[in-house]
């Protein structure tokens, strides 16, 4: 071996049960999702579903509990069909895996070994970044009630452990490969954690906002709102703050100094004196 | 209004229906999680779990599709029952987040309004400041197939986006309860990104590796193992390199000293020829 090589040897080599896993899809594509031993093929569906939402596409079952295939799974699967039709059944770990260069295995509770422990969203890194190296990973999930057994874990080079509540972690099969393909998604997902959303929408420049706050307070003056001088100042400035706060679009804009006309026009229409001093102009 | 006050006014006060919820908690311990319009009472059980694993606590339906209680939501909880026991129901949007400062909605599109829009990651962060600063938030989901309307979304100041694969997005409604409820959790989750787990386990020191090193190749020499002589360094350093990238245990190290006994020792006892080169000796 040279330097630089991973030093676990091929287990296929191993084995003596070469080409064990007849790829659909080139290596480095994405991580393999390995369910062991799975009791339910409905919730080997739901985590099919659960892969294609975080953009994970190979499924391989060791053992699954009633065989496969399993016509339920499919109407679990909600669209994922195509993984499910492309799952390979394999008989124990070692042949599932036998292709893989990396092996991370999900475990609730920390292991009494020296092993690598990574959270969720460290694993979906470096999983990133072995799958850029063109390497092929797998990840275990174990049986619906028991999870991963020492043995199963000792086929292992890395644990994956989700940070959840300890009062209460129940996390069901489909739940937990939600989780892992959501932090492998983003991971690498570009969207802006905070945007505003401008479609199609022109934003107002600040001059029609005072614009139109000059009107609306010269209103407000002419109806007597804003009489009480001493508080004048501190209720145009709460105005400001709360209009000049966000952001408002032409078109609202339009709407508001329509508002204001109608308001004005039906004071002036009515002739009558300035309604009470509202409660929130009490300060 | 005093400046620094949030701007919207108590929906209560503007719908007339003050003290719609009877928190059972104190504000600020955690998010509300307010389903809209839910279809299947399954769901509403399944998203109760979800909820606890992430430490979320206050539920509240608006108009349940079929009713509250449903028996059935019970059966999919798995230990959240008092989640649901405690769980509101509301006859609409504003009466359910009456109580609430601040209103989240979750939706798979971008609208074609003026909101800031949140990856769920980030709307965590500021759930978790919103909370710090004692401020109650709801967080609302839409009913299974059709989601919040522009309506129900207008009742927000805030939506939440999740990033998913656009090719394939099937988040059912406890997958989006439970997405939301790990970055809820993780967000202020002190778990380290990657450990190395010694509970009551000894790592042997490098000096033991050393000289468990200098044995192993002594004994590889004796049996002939290294004999091609330009190989010797190369092949040295590979074993080295190989076995010092790890970790090992006291116990792990004993056991391969014993390992490397037993093989020179059945050479000796058999008196034969050492074996052939292996192929992996061969560079």
Redesign the interface.
């Known amino acids: 071996?040279?330097?630089g090589e991973i030093?676990f040897p091929s287990l296929a080599s191993l084995t003596g049960r070469e080409g064990g896993a007849d790829l659909a899809a080139p290596p480095g594509e994405s991580p393999v999702v390995v369910l062991v031993r799975p009791q339910m093929a409905e919730n080997i569906g739901a985590a099919a579903?659960?892969m294609?939402?975080?953009?994970l596409f190979h499924l391989r079952l060791v053992a699954p509990r009633d065989g496969w295939p399993q016509a339920v799974a499919w109407r679990m699967a909600?669209?994922?069909d195509r993984i499910l039709d492309a799952a390979e059944v394999f008989p124990d770990i070692p042949s599932a895996v036998a292709d893989c260069h990396r092996v991370m295995g999900t475990c609730p509770r920390?292991?009494?070994?020296?092993?690598?422990?990574?959270?969720a969203?460290?694993a979906a890194g470096d999983l990133r970044a072995i799958n850029a190296e063109g390497q092929r990973a797998a990840i275990l999930f174990g049986p619906e009630r028991a999870g991963l057994t020492a043995d199963d874990l000792a086929c292992c080079d890395t644990?994956i452990?989700?940070?959840?509540?300890p009062a209460?972690?129940?996390?069901?099969l489909?739940?937990a490969v939600?989780?892992l393909a959501?932090e492998w998604?983003?991971a690498e997902?570009p969207?802006?954690?905070?945007?505003?959303?401008?479609?199609?929408?022109h934003?107002a420049t600040k001059g029609s906002l005072e614009a139109f706050l000059d009107r609306l307070v010269s209103e407000l003056d002419a109806c007597g709102f804003l009489e009480t001088a001493h508080k004048r100042p501190l209720m145009v400035?709460?105005l400001r703050?709360?209009f000049l706060?966000?952001?408002?679009?032409e078109q609202e804009l339009r709407t508001l100094h329509g508002v204001v006309t109608e308001l004005a026009r039906g004071r002036m229409v009515r002739g009558r004196k300035p309604d009470p001093t509202p409660p929130?102009a009490d300060?």
């Open positions: 071996m040279g330097s030093p579903r659960a294609a939402n975080g953009g909600s669209g994922a920390p292991r009494h070994v020296i092993i690598e422990t990574l959270t969203r460290a644990l452990r989700y940070p959840l509540n209460h972690m129940s996390l069901n489909a739940q939600m989780i959501y998604w983003t997902e969207t802006p954690a905070r945007v505003f959303v401008t479609n199609e929408t934003v400035r709460n703050h709360w706060r966000g952001q408002v679009t929130w300060e």
